[in-house]
């Protein structure tokens, strides 16, 4: 595949995990992920996951998540293209309602995406857990 055809394909797999998680659809979002790929949580808080292993784990993390969070749209995005044209670096900002405080929630996130031909194989999500915890009351 060339690196214009890797960065194609790598993109809608980003552009498809920004309808999923806006229509709600956590486990479509999760089928996204390779088999064996990761999800990685460097600023995690205290009792936190820092890491999940496999399509699988991340199914089991994201299970009740709208719960929390009725993630309503992303209205800004920036994609920062890498020399590895499988790794996307993206910023952008999650909107939506705060379920249990019924409050807006709008909050940034930096994420680096690795997309392989099966999938995520690494996501490494760099939000601030404190911002969040405020945000979500």
Same mark, same amino acid.
């Given at each position: 595949m060339?690196?214009?055809?890797q ?6 797999v980003?552009?498809r +995990?920004f309808?999923?998680l $806006?229509?709600h659809?956590m486990?479509?979002f999760a ?6 790929g990761i999800?990685?949580f ?5 009792g ?9 784990? /991340?199914?089991?993390?994201?299970d009740g998540?709208? =719960? ?8 800004t995005?920036t994609r920062h293209q ?5 790794? /996307?670096i993206v910023?952008?900002e999650a909107?939506g309602?705060? /379920?249990a405080?019924?409050?807006p929630y709008?909050?940034?996130? $930096?994420?680096v995406?690795?997309v392989? =031909? ?5 996501y490494?999500d760099y939000?601030s857990p404190? +911002?969040?915890?405020?945000?979500l009351?």
């Open positions: 060339t690196d214009d055809a960065r194609a394909q790598t993109n809608a980003l552009d +995990a309808e999923l $806006v229509a659809d486990h479509g089928m996204l992920w390779a088999p064996d999800m990685e460097p600023f995690a808080g205290p936190r996951p820092r890491r999940l292993d496999g399509r699988t784990a /991340v199914i089991e993390y994201l998540y709208t =719960d929390m969070l009725d993630l309503r749209a992303i209205p995005q890498t020399l590895d044209p499988r790794t /996307v910023e952008f909107e309602i705060a /379920v405080a019924q409050r709008r909050l940034g996130y $930096v994420a995406i690795t392989h =031909d099966d999938g995520i194989a690494s490494r939000w404190m +911002a969040a915890a405020e945000a009351g």
